[in-house]
C-alpha cells in the first residue's frame, strides 16, 4: 500500500508525524497513518468553512455527487475492502459489503426527498418550514465499522449541504484515508476533509470554534466528554455511544428454529456491532435446549485471519477490546459461569477469542450488566416474563432489543415494554438506510438513519410571507 495522505481542502497532505496501524490477524503494524497537528486540523476545519456556501448553494450538484460517491464505493468495495479486513480484522467478503453498504446509504440519501412543510397557507400569509444545513460538521467514528458507519454520517450531512471533517478510529484510520484520496476528485474541494490521529485530535475536534455540529459514535466515556467539549459553544451533537441489547425468547418459541438467528445476531462482527444481541433471557423450560443449541454453533464456527477463504469470524480488533472480553468471561467464569462453549483466547499470534457461550451466569456479572462488544454472550434463566422484561430494562443502556415467540402479537406487546430506541420481534440488527437508529438513556442522543437521521444535521427555518 502506497503512503496514504490525509485529505484536506481537495489537497493530499502528509502528517508531521505518523502512528502504527496494527492488523488484529497479527497483532503487528502492518501500515502507517499520518498524524494531523493542531495546524492541519485548523487548515481542514477553514476549507470545510471555505467550502460550505458553495456547497449548500446548489442542491442538484450534491445529490449527483452522493450518487457519483454511491458509484466509487460499488465499483470499488473488493479492493477497499480488503484494507478495511487489514485493519478491523473481519472476513474479507464482509469487508467488501460493508464497503458496498456504504454506497448504499449514499444512494439512499441521493434520492431522499427534502420537503418544505407549509404551515399556513391563507389570506394572511404563507408560513413554510424548512430545513437548513448546520454548517461544518465533525464526524468522529469508531473502529468496528469504519467505512458504513462513516457513510451514516457522511451521507446525510452532506445532502443537508453541510461540509465535513471526518477524523475515523486510530484503529482502523486506513479505509477513511483510501476514501478520501478517491473521493478528491468527486466532490469540490473542502467538502470532505479526513484526517487522522489519536485521541488528542478528536478533542481538539470537539473543542474547535468552527464546527457546529459533533456527529460521534463511540463508548459512553469519550461521548460524555464530547458533549462537554461541545457544551460552551452550544454545538449541535448527535452521540451514538452503544448498547447491550437483550434478546427475550418467550415459552412458546422453538429454539431449534430460533438458535442460528440468535447466534448470528450476537456474533456479527465477532460480537463487535454496538446492537448485537449482547444477552439473552431464556424461560426454565427452555433453558438447556437453548444452550446446547447456541454452543453447538459457537463449536462450529470458523474462526481465523479474515484473509483466508472460508473465516467466518475473524479476531478482535485491538488489545484493549481483547483484554477486555477476556477479562469479563474470566471474572463470570471465577464467579460461577460456566463455558458451554470457548471460555478463553485461541493460541497463537493475533487478538482470536473463541466464541464463548456462558451458561449459569449469576447476578450481577459484569458480562452481562456492561457492554462487552466482543465474541461472549451470556445465557440467563428467568421464570417469568415480567421478571426478564425487568432485568433486559434494568441497565443504563437502551439501544435496542428484541423479543422472540410464536405468537408475533404477544412478542409485539411485550417488545413495547423494553426501554429501548428499536424493539425486534422475531429478528435482530435488523438495520436499514430509511429506518432511524438511536437509543434511550446512555445509549446516546439523537438519532441516525432515514428522514429523522438527516433532520440532525438541519435547523428549522420558519420562512414567513405576509399577504396582507
Not at 502492518?30 to 446548489?58: F, I, K, N
Not at 430506541?421 to 429478528?427: D, E, H, K, M
Not at 435488523?430 to 438527516?454: I, M, T, Y
Amino acid at each position: 500500500m502506497a503512503d496514504l495522505t490525509m485529505t484536506i481542502d481537495g489537497r493530499a497532505v502528509a502528517g508531521d508525524a505518523a502512528f502504527g496501524v496494527v492488523n488484529p490477524a497479527t497483532g503487528r503494524v502492518a501500515e502507517h497513518a499520518p498524524d494531523a497537528s493542531r495546524a492541519q486540523l485548523d487548515a481542514a476545519m477553514e476549507a470545510a468553512a471555505r467550502a460550505l456556501p458553495a456547497w449548500r448553494a446548489d442542491e442538484d450538484a450534491r445529490r449527483k455527487a452522493l450518487l457519483a460517491v454511491a458509484d466509487l464505493l460499488f465499483a470499488r468495495s473488493e479492493e477497499i475492502g480488503r484494507i478495511v479486513t487489514l485493519e478491523q480484522g473481519k472476513p474479507l467478503g464482509e469487508g467488501a459489503l460493508e464497503v458496498a453498504g456504504a454506497g448504499v446509504w449514499f444512494k439512499y440519501y441521493a434520492e431522499l426527498d427534502l420537503p418544505r412543510e407549509i404551515v399556513q397557507d391563507d389570506e394572511r400569509a404563507l408560513v413554510e418550514v424548512v430545513r437548513r444545513p448546520v454548517g461544518v460538521v465533525a464526524a468522529i467514528t469508531p473502529w468496528n465499522y469504519p467505512l458504513l458507519l462513516a457513510a451514516w454520517k457522511l451521507a446525510p450531512a452532506l445532502l443537508a449541504g453541510n461540509t465535513v471533517v471526518l477524523k475515523p478510529s486510530p484503529y482502523t484510520p486506513l479505509s477513511s484515508l483510501v476514501l478520501g484520496e478517491a473521493l478528491r476528485d468527486v466532490l469540490p474541494p473542502g467538502v470532505l476533509n479526513v484526517v487522522t490521529g489519536g485521541d488528542e485530535l478528536g478533542a481538539w475536534m470537539t473543542s474547535h470554534p468552527v464546527p457546529r455540529k459533533i456527529s460521534f459514535t463511540g463508548s459512553v466515556a469519550t461521548g460524555r466528554r464530547v458533549a462537554a467539549a461541545a457544551a460552551p459553544d452550544l454545538k449541535r451533537v448527535t452521540l451514538e455511544l452503544g448498547g447491550n441489547d437483550a434478546a427475550i425468547l418467550l415459552d412458546d418459541v422453538d429454539p431449534a428454529a430460533v438458535a442460528g438467528r440468535l447466534f448470528g445476531a450476537a456474533f456479527a462482527n465477532n460480537g463487535q456491532v454496538c446492537s448485537a444481541i449482547k444477552r439473552v433471557y431464556v424461560p426454565d423450560a427452555l433453558y438447556e435446549d437453548v444452550v446446547d443449541a447456541l454452543a453447538e454453533r459457537a463449536r462450529a464456527a470458523r474462526v481465523g485471519d479474515g484473509m483466508t477463504e472460508g473465516v467466518e469470524y475473524g479476531p478482535v480488533n485491538n488489545r484493549p477490546q481483547f483484554e477486555r472480553v477476556g477479562e469479563l468471561v474470566a471474572e463470570a467464569l471465577a464467579g460461577g459461569a460456566r463455558a458451554a462453549a470457548g471460555g478463553g483466547p485461541l493460541p497463537g499470534p493475533g487478538y482470536f477469542f473463541a466464541p464463548t457461550i456462558l451458561a449459569d451466569v449469576p447476578d450481577g456479572a459484569r458480562v452481562v450488566d456492561e457492554e462487552q462488544f466482543g465474541p461472549a454472550l451470556p445465557v440467563v434463566r428467568y421464570r417469568t416474563v415480567e421478571e426478564a422484561v425487568a432485568r433486559a430494562n434494568g441497565t443504563h443502556f437502551g439501544l435496542s432489543g428484541s423479543v422472540w415467540g410464536a405468537d408475533a402479537d404477544r412478542a409485539a406487546e411485550i417488545a413495547g415494554r423494553l426501554e429501548c430506541g428499536t424493539a425486534w420481534i422475531n429478528t435482530h440488527l435488523a438495520l436499514a438506510p430509511h429506518q432511524p437508529f438511536g437509543g434511550f438513556k446512555w445509549s446516546g442522543l439523537g438519532v441516525e438513519n432515514g428522514p429523522h437521521g438527516l433532520h440532525g444535521f438541519t435547523e428549522l427555518q420558519v420562512v414567513h410571507r405576509a399577504r396582507r
